[in-house]
């Protein structure tokens, strides 16, 4: 069984730098010369928003879908590329601006699981049977603007309507507790699994977890990803890190917390996650200030990083581990795992 992990990330890891208080500061890159960053980068997985696979998803007939879909499949097969997963990125067109699955406006819930099913076509075109579905702005800026009871029902619904459209798709819902909106229905794990099994095929629907979402939550990331291990619903990370509550940093991964970062890969070790083959996705972005002829190290780095962690998971002596524990002398297991880390 594989003890090796692969590696993806998303073209959005790849951007302009841009905040909202300032002025953009790396130009923008074509898709064609990001993917050829990829095995340049040590990454075989990507990961695509169904935008970034095809342009214009909702203008195009399901032929022009199709053909746009198998082009770049032949594109990802001839870079030796493997897609990942597909999400909706609802969260950009002005009909989504209440939320797709949410919004009060039938017409807008119609548009949404309507988009989203082609979503899942793109996905089978290039060939995975996973999705993603971030729910960014499936919540609200003014509680009073929507019926939180009836919005989960709704999600519920509109998954529902995703799973009975193509019987191979497999959802990984990826929880965020704020931004965009001001309060998130599927702020943690705990939501989306509960909203999981609420669905006509509780086998097909799983999460992704995020480490700055989990932070944003409050949570420790390596527990809200145990808690999805132990169910066998943990079918994509995607790792970074987070300075406290704050506007998602999406930085490098074990740049804030190297503690942290150890225990999440500490935990993806205790649960087997390198033999499911599925991969780790690095959801990071250079610095905003960064200038463009380095902002792509922040992913090789985050991968370095992890590969290091892997390193101090595995040959950290598990004897001291287990005396320390039944000694119950926590105060020597914390220096112990200090001084692995530290390198003593
Ligand atoms: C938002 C995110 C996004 C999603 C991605 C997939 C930039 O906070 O983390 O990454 O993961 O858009 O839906
Ligand atoms: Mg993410």
Redesign the pocket.
């Known amino acids: 069984m594989s003890t090796e992990y692969r590696f993806s990330f998303?073209p959005?890891?790849i951007s302009e730098g841009a905040d909202p208080f300032g002025p953009p500061v790396r130009p923008t890159i074509e898709f064609s010369k990001k993917l050829a960053s990829y095995k340049k980068l040590g990454f075989e997985g990507v990961?695509f928003?169904d935008d970034d696979a095809v342009p214009d998803v909702d203008s195009k007939s399901a032929a022009e879908l199709e053909r746009a879909a198998k082009e770049l499949k032949k594109v990802l097969d001839g870079e030796g590329l493997v897609p990942e997963f597909v999400?909706p990125?609802l969260w950009e067109d002005p009909r989504g601006i209440d939320g797709g699955f949410t919004a009060n406006c039938p017409d807008v819930r119609k548009w949404a699981i309507d988009r989203t099913k082609r979503a899942v076509d793109i996905a089978s075109y290039l060939g995975t049977n996973l999705m993603?579905?971030?729910l960014?702005r499936e919540g609200t800026y003014i509680r009073e603007s929507k019926n939180a009871i009836q919005a989960y029902q709704y999600q519920i619904d509109a998954i529902n309507q995703l799973l009975e459209h193509n019987p191979e798709i497999h959802l990984a819902i990826?929880p965020?507790p704020n931004?965009p909106t001001d309060q998130a229905y599927v702020p943690t794990i705990g939501h989306a699994l509960a909203v999981a099994y609420r669905t006509v095929d509780p086998n097909r629907v799983g999460g992704?977890i995020?480490t700055?979402?989990a932070r944003l939550a409050g949570l420790d990331a390596s527990d809200e990803m145990a808690f999805a291990l132990s169910m066998d619903k943990l079918w994509s990370v995607?790792l970074n890190d987070q300075n406290g509550m704050k506007y998602?940093q999406?930085k490098t991964f074990g740049a804030v917390d190297l503690r942290s970062a150890y225990n999440q890969v500490r935990v993806l070790e205790l649960g087997g996650y390198p033999q499911t083959g599925r991969f780790i996705g690095l959801?990071v972005?250079a610095m905003r200030t960064q200038k463009a002829d380095v902002a792509e190290r922040h992913l090789a780095n985050s991968k370095t990083i992890f590969l290091r962690l892997v390193e101090k998971v595995r040959s950290f002596p598990k004897d001291v581990e287990r005396q320390c524990i039944e000694a119950r002398d926590y105060e020597a297991l914390e220096m112990a795992v200090i001084e692995h880390l530290m390198g003593k």
């Open positions: 998303g959005w890891n990961q928003h999400a990125r993603v579905l971030w960014a990826e965020k931004e992704l995020e700055a979402h995607h998602d999406d959801d972005k």
